[in-house]
């Protein structure tokens, strides 16, 4: 049976062929989900990673650093590095960015370390996610109505699905958050057992991570319902195309069955087609990925784990998929084989 399924494949060859680059496409497009829901939360994970906390003391009424803008003044954060984060626009020639700007003193716990470029100095300068478009080391930008040149830049810091970090002195970050005054949105402990500073709350990086993903949540639950319709669609092409060819193989399977051929080796014929159909369009999805995540104007970070599962997943799938045509295999009386 696996000799008639594979020479089944060569004969109907062109109907596989179209149905692999359909299903391959769906598994691209599947990947490409996986990838965008992915880069959330890597790359919160890298901009704290960078900050390098292992504790953030805000107001106790705040949701989280990144979601509420609750200032405490600078007296309450005892031993904390102080810390404010705004969200801002700039306008680069009518065209606006988004920034989260988080200012920080040079030097200290938060202080950004530039990939290219120098480090965050002092006041006038700032240090911004090299996915800032427009901008580059030595120009100048207006944040809040501050003047501030761009003296390095990081690389993967981004908030809120692909919103750069911009990294500036504190005071200007007061001058435009608080018009100057002396508070903070946030301070930031290196040690895990830090006490807690009156009327403040400790989050761990973990929490602050979960809070900033929190506003995002719905994106994420739509993009995993995507993927889950994007592999039925997956199931329902590998399964419609093994359904007609049984429909065509009806005499085929009757003489089988009448010469002794087990329900079971047919069903593994089966299965044999519907697991090479989905291997082979994993292999050309994998590619199609890489050729279609650069067209998508959000960043995208793929897995290497998502790929190495892809084939797995598509067998299961396949698998599935042959129930389909197997049941029509197995209604299939063996007198059909001498025309009754």
Do not use: C
């Amino acid at each position: 049976m696996i000799r008639a399924a594979l020479r089944d494949l060569q004969w109907r060859r062109r109907r596989f062929v179209i149905a692999m680059a359909g299903v391959a496409l769906v598994f691209a497009m599947s990947l490409v989900m996986t990838g965008l829901a992915a880069s959330f939360p890597r790359e919160v994970d890298r901009t704290l990673d960078a900050v390098g906390a292992a504790r953030w003391a805000v107001s106790a009424d705040a949701s989280g650093p990144f979601t509420s803008f609750t200032p405490i003044p600078m007296d309450m954060g005892g031993d904390g590095s102080p810390v404010m984060v705004l969200r801002q626009t700039i306008n680069d020639g009518g065209t606006v960015h988004d920034l989260v700007v988080i200012g920080v003193t040079p030097g200290s716990l938060g202080s950004p370390s530039a990939k290219r470029g120098d480090d965050l100095a002092g006041p006038g300068q700032v240090v911004v996610d090299e996915a800032l478009e427009g901008t580059s080391i030595g120009d100048t930008i207006s944040i809040g109505g501050q003047e501030v040149k761009v003296v390095g830049t990081v690389k993967g810091q981004r908030i809120f699905a692909g919103i750069p970090v911009a990294y500036v002195d504190l005071s200007v970050a007061q001058e435009i958050g608080v018009r100057g005054q002396p508070f903070a949105t946030a301070f930031l402990f290196g040690d895990v057992d830090a006490a807690t500073p009156p009327g403040l709350k400790m989050m761990s990086p973990h929490d602050v991570r979960e809070d900033a993903l929190r506003p995002l949540k719905h994106a994420l639950a739509s993009i995993q319902l995507i993927q889950v319709l994007l592999w039925v669609v997956a199931a329902t092409i590998i399964g419609s195309v093994l359904y007609l060819q049984a429909l065509e193989r009806t005499r085929d399977f009757a003489v089988f069955k009448a010469t002794g051929t087990s329900t079971s080796a047919i069903g593994l014929g089966l299965a044999l087609q519907a697991v090479v159909l989905s291997l082979v369009a994993a292999a050309i999805a994998i590619v199609l990925a890489k050729l279609i995540t650069p067209l998508f104007p959000m960043f995208i970070e793929t897995p290497v784990t998502a790929m190495l599962l892809l084939p797995l997943l598509t067998i299961v799938v396949g698998l599935l998929s042959s129930l389909i045509s197997l049941r029509r295999a197995v209604a299939i009386e063996p007198a059909v084989a001498f025309g009754g």
